[in-house]
């Protein structure tokens, strides 16, 4: 008997966190009939309402409150059936300590040894390397937490705790193609891994994970089998394959094709969120081929800005104003030579 | 005769039924799963693998789990 004491002490632990289940769905009964409760007192006013303003002859208001009555009554319908079947719903049928005991040997016998941490009250189960499509994901810890049953309805009272992680490329959480943040998906599983807590019937609660993580449903991965090997573009999530990836120089992230280029001056590799589109010729560059103008403080690539620091159209200007200049300075040279031949001695003052 | 009958599939039926006397585990998933092969789930009698030629008894445990269950990225709502 010594040799099972863990495993009783455990089923209690167990069977006290299900009395606490079924106490809080009698609360949720409670608390849905106060609801309830509350709708069919909603319908009583109207009707105290209506009765008043057809005695007083007030037809405008009588009408008002039909229509209301009309609304309340969709609503009140949705309520009722709701509440119908919540209480339709398996009422939860406590186990015995031997049951759930014998649901511990049961585990023991088909997956081998079943640990218990009753100061932080978890059950697990190891199980062996999983492996799908030729892709291992080595084994994984089922950890029940006894604590957190009482939360079935909302939460998973379980995690699902990679021992020997290959995580998928994009998503370092991603350990299996339905686990993510130790978390699994449990689709199809939903409801019979709840009614096996809710019973206490923990050997097929770990059966059902089990077959859950041993099944690949291809529509509805966190990560597809085909692409768990791939690395996620850092910008569209997209999952691209090792020889497909671009590493950007600059921010040190990896893109897809998609969403990389390469500076056409360097040719260094960069995303399109590092990369530069110089305003005048229009390449892609990266920030080291870039300079800004002197003249209108610009920026553009290299190529575009000339030796003295000016870009295309500041240097055209520089050219115009030192033509404009140098006609100047001759006219200027001109005409003074005018004056002076033809007024020698005047003074020439510009305007 | 009164059998416990856990079915994992689906909605997870867990409830006791009644049986003819002398029912194999065969005739039940027959009549219980007329659609599924009984390769494809893992039948337990009494938490133990039985031959598809056991004779049911009452207050029998039986419990069929599928081998594959879909999981499914949850949806967002």
């Known amino acids: ?351 | 005769m009164r059998i416990m009958y856990i079915n994992n599939d689906g909605g997870g039926f867990a409830d006791f039924i009644n049986v003819e006397e002398g029912m194999t585990i065969e005739k039940l998933f027959k009549q219980k799963m007329p659609h599924e092969e009984a390769h494809d789930y893992l039948i337990r009698v009494n938490r133990q693998p039985v031959p598809k030629e056991y004779v049911l008894k009452e207050n029998d445990r039986v419990t069929v789990t599928p081998t594959k269950i879909e999981g499914a990225r949850p949806v967002s709502q």
Not at chain 1, 47 to 54: E, R
Not at chain 1, 68 to 83: A, E, K, P
Not at chain 1, 211 to 233: F, H, K, M, R
């Open chain 1, 1 to 351: 008997m010594k040799k099972y004491k863990k495993h009783v002490r455990a089923a209690n632990m167990l069977l006290q966190a299900l009395s606490g289940l079924k106490k809080e769905r009698l609360r949720q009964i409670q608390k849905k009939m106060e609801e309830f409760s509350f709708k069919c007192s909603e319908i009583d006013k109207n009707s105290h309402s209506f009765n008043a303003a057809v005695n007083r002859g007030w037809y405008l208001a009588a009408n008002k409150i039909t229509s209301r009555v009309g609304r309340n009554l969709n609503d009140f319908s949705h309520h009722l059936d709701q509440f119908k079947n919540f209480i339709a719903t398996d009422d939860i049928k406590l186990p015995t300590l031997g049951d759930i005991v014998a649901g511990m040997l049961q585990i023991e016998q088909e997956y081998g040894e079943i640990k218990f941490d009753l100061e932080a009250k978890t059950i697990s189960v190891i199980t062996d390397s999983i492996a799908l499509e030729d892709i291992s994901f080595g084994a994984f810890e089922i950890r029940l937490f006894i604590n957190e049953i009482k939360k079935l309805h909302s939460e998973s009272p379980y995690k699902i705790i990679a021992l020997e992680p290959n995580p998928a490329g994009s998503d370092d959480e991603v350990t299996h193609p339905h686990v993510s943040h130790e978390k699994l998906c449990e689709g199809d599983g939903f409801i019979p891994i709840r009614k096996a807590i809710g019973q206490g019937r923990l050997c097929d609660l770990f059966t059902i994970i089990i077959q859950i993580l041993q099944t690949y449903n291809p529509d509805s991965p966190y990560v597809a089998l085909s692409e768990w090997e791939g690395t996620s573009c850092y910008d569209c999530g997209y999952t691209v394959a090792g020889d497909d990836c671009y590493y950007c120089e600059n921010c040190e992230r990896d893109y897809c094709s998609q969403c990389s280029t390469y500076c056409q001056i360097c040719d260094t590799t960069i995303c399109l969120g590092c990369s530069y589109e110089c305003p005048d010729c229009k390449k892609p560059v990266c920030r080291h081929c870039t300079a800004v103008c002197k003249e209108c403080d610009e920026m553009l690539c290299t190529d575009c800005i000339n030796e003295e620091g000016l870009c295309q159209s500041c240097e055209e200007k520089r050219k115009d104003q030192n033509n404009e200049e140098q006609k100047e300075e001759s006219t200027e040279a001109n005409s003074g030579a005018a004056v002076l031949s033809d007024s020698m001695g005047e003074t020439i003052v510009h305007a």
